[in-house]
């Protein structure tokens, strides 16, 4: 029985009639047709690229379910990292009035104010939002402003003939979110920052910088002019290379630093006990006024200069030609307190 199966032949198999429309050759018969339009993206010319390789492969090796899925998880994910990739559109600032401009950000906006700039006030203003309005003085009508985004980062350039940039600047209004932080960069002209929370970065070339009721992480630095905080808390990086720094009523937290390089540092405020904090002067004076009831272990140095201190477990002496002082002041846990000048005065006193 099993050499009578063995011997017969298989049935001849069933031929399918010829197509009477045949496809071209290399194409399936439901292969979607190539957009007419060309690409307008990189990422959409490379997205191209590889639907056609794929339905060019699938023509050729018919696919699985599980292949099929295998290729559309690679286009999903090719997809994925060429839109992270392929750079933003330029953002259209939104004119709102004749002198004020609006932005949309979505996260911490950075503000850049190139060229011939007055004075730039910062304040907070709705969520997700940057208004700029600007205020132009003297021969206005010679005044070109040039407003520019991409992404987060929003830049205003004003530009003002030679001849007039005596009698003639602009002002700056800014609105930002109130909480989302901050960075700002400007290149001549005041700066000031009022009521904002966040990480906070102030930048001048030429200028003095004032920053009022700041809260968290906080970054003020000037290559030219005074720097004044007033109600800030957190911590705090400040350094100007010529000019005065001066804190009023200020809260220093975490590893915050004073630094100037030409001018005096004039601190009133209060120092968290579990930080540390830097006080350092090129050539210049370093005044601290602290409450009675503050804590901190200090180390105190100066190279041409005297120290003078109203608290009690501070021992002042000279070593090696120089003034220092060291000692632990108030109950533990102890701030670190260090503060260095290579010519002028240290002095801590006690105040409220």
């Given at each position: 029985m099993e050499r009578e199966i063995e011997g017969q032949q298989p049935p001849p198999r069933h031929r399918q009639a010829p197509d009477p429309h045949p496809t071209a050759r290399g194409n399936a018969p439901d292969e979607p047709t190539a957009?007419?339009?060309a690409p307008s993206s990189p990422t959409a010319r490379h997205l191209l690229l590889w639907r056609s390789t794929i339905a060019r492969f699938a023509t050729r090796h018919p696919l699985t379910r599980r292949k099929l899925a295998v290729a559309a998880v690679i286009v999903g994910v090719?997809?994925?990292l060429f839109g992270i990739r392929s750079p933003s559109p330029p953002s259209v600032p939104q004119q709102t009035a004749p002198d004020t401009h609006q932005f949309s950000v979505t996260d911490r906006p950075t503000l850049v104010f190139d060229h011939f700039i007055g004075n730039?006030?910062?304040?907070?203003?709705?969520?997700?939002q940057v208004s700029i309005k600007e205020k132009k003085n003297g021969e206005t009508d010679?005044?070109?402003i040039h407003y520019a985004q991409h992404g987060n980062t929003i830049t205003v350039t004003a530009d003002i003939p030679g001849g007039l940039m005596v009698d003639t600047w602009v002002d700056f209004d800014v609105t930002v979110p109130a909480h989302a932080g901050l960075t700002t960069n400007l290149a001549t002209g005041t700066l000031e920052a009022t009521n904002l929370s966040g990480r906070i970065a102030l930048s001048n070339s030429n200028g003095a910088i004032w920053a009022t009721n700041l809260a968290g992480s906080i970054g003020l630095k000037t290559q030219s002019g005074s720097i004044n905080l007033a109600n800030v808390s957190?911590?705090?990086?400040v350094a100007t290379q010529n000019g005065t720094?001066?804190?009023t009523a200020t809260h220093l937290q975490g590893r915050s630093s004073i630094q100037a390089e030409s001018g005096t540092i004039n601190f009133h405020g209060t120092l968290s006990r579990t930080g540390s904090y830097r006080f350092q002067n090129t050539n210049g004076a370093v005044g601290l006024t602290l409450p009675p009831s503050s804590a901190f272990v200090l180390a105190a140095r100066t190279a041409s200069g005297s120290i003078n201190s109203d608290f009690r477990g501070v021992t002042i002496f000279h070593e090696n030609g120089y003034s220092a002082a060291r000692g632990a002041v108030g109950a533990a846990a102890h701030a670190q307190l260090t503060i260095q000048t290579a010519g002028g005065s240290i002095d801590l006193h006690q105040g409220g």
């Amino acid at each position: 029985m099993e050499r009578e199966i063995e011997g017969q032949q298989p049935p001849p198999r069933h031929r399918q009639a010829p197509d009477p429309h045949p496809t071209a050759r290399g194409n399936a018969p439901d292969e979607p047709t190539a957009p007419t339009e060309a690409p307008s993206s990189p990422t959409a010319r490379h997205l191209l690229l590889w639907r056609s390789t794929i339905a060019r492969f699938a023509t050729r090796h018919p696919l699985t379910r599980r292949k099929l899925a295998v290729a559309a998880v690679i286009v999903g994910v090719l997809a994925f990292l060429f839109g992270i990739r392929s750079p933003s559109p330029p953002s259209v600032p939104q004119q709102t009035a004749p002198d004020t401009h609006q932005f949309s950000v979505t996260d911490r906006p950075t503000l850049v104010f190139d060229h011939f700039i007055g004075n730039v006030n910062v304040s907070p203003g709705p969520d997700g939002q940057v208004s700029i309005k600007e205020k132009k003085n003297g021969e206005t009508d010679s005044i070109v402003i040039h407003y520019a985004q991409h992404g987060n980062t929003i830049t205003v350039t004003a530009d003002i003939p030679g001849g007039l940039m005596v009698d003639t600047w602009v002002d700056f209004d800014v609105t930002v979110p109130a909480h989302a932080g901050l960075t700002t960069n400007l290149a001549t002209g005041t700066l000031e920052a009022t009521n904002l929370s966040g990480r906070i970065a102030l930048s001048n070339s030429n200028g003095a910088i004032w920053a009022t009721n700041l809260a968290g992480s906080i970054g003020l630095k000037t290559q030219s002019g005074s720097i004044n905080l007033a109600n800030v808390s957190g911590q705090v990086a400040v350094a100007t290379q010529n000019g005065t720094i001066t804190t009023t009523a200020t809260h220093l937290q975490g590893r915050s630093s004073i630094q100037a390089e030409s001018g005096t540092i004039n601190f009133h405020g209060t120092l968290s006990r579990t930080g540390s904090y830097r006080f350092q002067n090129t050539n210049g004076a370093v005044g601290l006024t602290l409450p009675p009831s503050s804590a901190f272990v200090l180390a105190a140095r100066t190279a041409s200069g005297s120290i003078n201190s109203d608290f009690r477990g501070v021992t002042i002496f000279h070593e090696n030609g120089y003034s220092a002082a060291r000692g632990a002041v108030g109950a533990a846990a102890h701030a670190q307190l260090t503060i260095q000048t290579a010519g002028g005065s240290i002095d801590l006193h006690q105040g409220g």
